[in-house]
């Protein structure tokens, strides 16, 4: 009988072997456009602090130096970075290209210096004096959903971003028919992260006379990442003309460089100028998009004595860090996967900080509630 799979177990070409094995890819440092210069960001060694100040003065008499920005110096000729996906009543927390007032995360950037080539760039960023106040940091999602935690977006209000309930199948009916309920109080996953031997970067060059950028990168989902940057530059995403190419290695990562990648629109602009950011791999384990941290609580699973899993019920809080990137996907995902390979028929699954999943069944999903909100 011949084998109704296709593909499974049996050897496939690549399209993209050729060009790969011939050298002849395009990967961002591939690329070199006459008269480019190169950024460095200044990032910060806090969690959460005030910035009390900034001297750039060594920063720029540093030789092949072109410029130094901070966040002040940007301010009202670039816009936040907006969250991916605001819906009704998610407390957004839009994202300075460079941080303004107060930093937020270890890494975020407070300053970026522009010089002639890639090493001059980094040496004169460590010329960049910032002097911070620090103040208390939120590094557990469960203590940050305390009434006496720091807040960290003070005009949110509060560190819950979104808060929502899925529901699937009659969970009730599950516990009913029941032998057992399985019980786990608490279940921690930590924070974790890819390494693409390829760190982010890109390369910006401005077109005065169709006022259009044009962005060699490899950023994962550059269609995405036009919606997040127009609003920041204050133009249409028809002025953001994408190209990447190779990228090596993403696994997520490269999907959240849109602050990054909207300072190069902005400074390539101003310069006249194109700019060429490449991520070092220390940026890059300190202040790239990780894997979210998650914690489940109240887990139940009501069995059958031969093991059959009838439901699925968890309260879930999800770490979604600093800022919200492309919330409250993140959350709607976890209500999906958190049965894993298990076919529940029923199920309930809780908060992603603060995420309320309940009853996840075999046949077609329906979500029956959806709030919105979720934890930085």
Known sequence: MASAHRYIGKPMKRKED?????????????????????????RSPHAHARIISIDTSAAKSAPGVLAVFTGEDLRGSIGTVPCAAVIPDMKAAPRPVLALDKVRMVGEAVAVVVAADRYGARDAADLVAVTYEQLPALVDAEAALAKDAPILHEEAGSNVVWQGTFDWGDYDAAL?????????????????????????????EYDRGTSQWTIFGNHQMPGIGAIWMGPALRVGIDKLRFISQDIGGGFGNKICLHPQFTACCLLARKLNRP??????????????????????????????????MLGFKVR??????????YE?????????????????????????????????????????????????
């Not at 050729?18 to 200044?42: C, E, K, N, T, W």
């Not at 009913?176 to 910006?204: N, Q, Y």
């Not at 028929?345 to 919105?372: D, Y």
């Open 275 to 308: 700019v060429q950011w490449t991520e070092w791999r220390t940026d890059q384990h300190m202040a790239n998009a990780h894997g979210n941290e998650r914690t489940f609580r109240d887990v139940e699973v009501p069995v059958k004595a031969d093991g059959t």
């Open 176 to 204: 009913a028919e029941a032998d057992k309920v399985v019980k786990i109080d608490r279940l921690h996953f930590d924070r974790f992260s890819s390494t693409p031997l390829e760190c982010s970067g890109c390369v910006v």
């Open 18 to 42: 050729p060009r790969l094995l011939q050298g002849i890819a395009r990967y961002v440092d591939d690329l070199r456009l006459p008269g480019m210069h190169y950024l460095a960001f200044v």
């Open 328 to 376: 409250p996907l993140g959350c709607i995902i976890w209500a999906q996967v958190t049965p894993g390979v298990y076919r529940w028929r029923e199920s309930t699954a809780g908060k992603v900080a603060q995420i309320e999943l309940e009853a996840l069944a075999p046949k077609p999903m329906t979500l029956h509630r959806l709030k919105v909100l979720r934890a930085n």
């Open 316 to 325: 879930a809080i999800d770490d979604c860090g600093a800022f919200p990137r």
